[in-house]
């Protein structure tokens, strides 16, 4: 039997992810089901129950942290910001936004959907026959729209790719012969705009954890930790 890998650690935006991956005796719900109990054991004084609002946003019960996950094949990753109580987490709060996505960078698929998610300027600027350039997209924009916290936002129309992220490390601390260009005007830029024409923008950014594409797209006001939380 494999062994699933438990990974905990901060980002350079200074939110935290933990990332539960291998396990590959386990397939369909029994994995995911064998990821979460990985994840609600590895909390730092009780066990982290899962639990979702009525808009589907994820939350971790007794906690006032606004959490965010995905999940892929062989994937479960999950996003948090520190608590914050003055918020509440059932709702949008720029204090508190949030959101993660993943995929495969190798996942060809992408190139067959690319028009269902990208828009007609976005269609232009990232190469159709790039599978990493299209899953970045694709992560990109599924983590503003779980950022968001917006019923009825359709990727292609109403989730705009302001500006690519360039995709850095993973941790904090890293070979900066590895990303010699990479600082802070790296990062992405996304606008989100609802059906009132309300717009949001969020600051994304995303890494290469082995064989995934994560972005993580939040607010300039969400609440993060400081450089030497762990």
């Not at 495969?104 to 190139?111: F, G, I, K, S």
Request: net charge negative.
């Amino acid at each position: 039997m494999e062994d699933f890998v438990y990974w905990r650690h901060p980002t350079l935006p200074c939110i935290k992810v933990e990332e539960i991956t291998e396990g590959d005796d386990y397939k369909g719900p029994a994995w995911m089901d064998m990821a979460r109990q990985i994840y609600g054991e590895n909390g730092k004084e009780n066990y982290r129950e899962i639990r979702h609002f009525d808009n589907g946003a994820p939350y971790v019960a007794g906690s006032m942290a606004r959490i965010s996950l995905t999940h892929c094949p062989g994937l479960l990753a999950i996003a948090t910001l520190p608590d914050t109580p003055e918020v509440t987490l059932a709702e949008y709060s720029d204090r508190a936004a949030l959101g993660i996505d993943a995929e495969r960078h190798d996942r060809e698929q992408v190139l067959k959907v690319r028009e269902r998610f990208l828009s007609p300027a976005e269609l232009e600027i990232i190469p159709a026959d790039s599978v990493p350039d299209n899953i970045l997209a694709w992560t990109v924009k599924e983590a503003a729209y779980k950022a968001a916290l917006t019923a009825g936002v359709d990727l292609r129309d109403n989730i705009a790719i302001v500006k690519m992220p360039a995709v850095g490390p993973a941790t904090p601390v890293y070979d900066k012969a590895e990303f010699p260009d990479f600082d802070q005007n790296s990062y992405g830029r996304v606008k989100v705009t609802d059906a009132d024409g309300n717009e949001r923008e969020f600051i994304v950014y995303s890494y290469r954890s082995d064989d995934y594409m994560i972005s993580l797209a939040y607010s300039p006001r969400s609440a993060r930790f400081n450089k030497t939380s762990r």
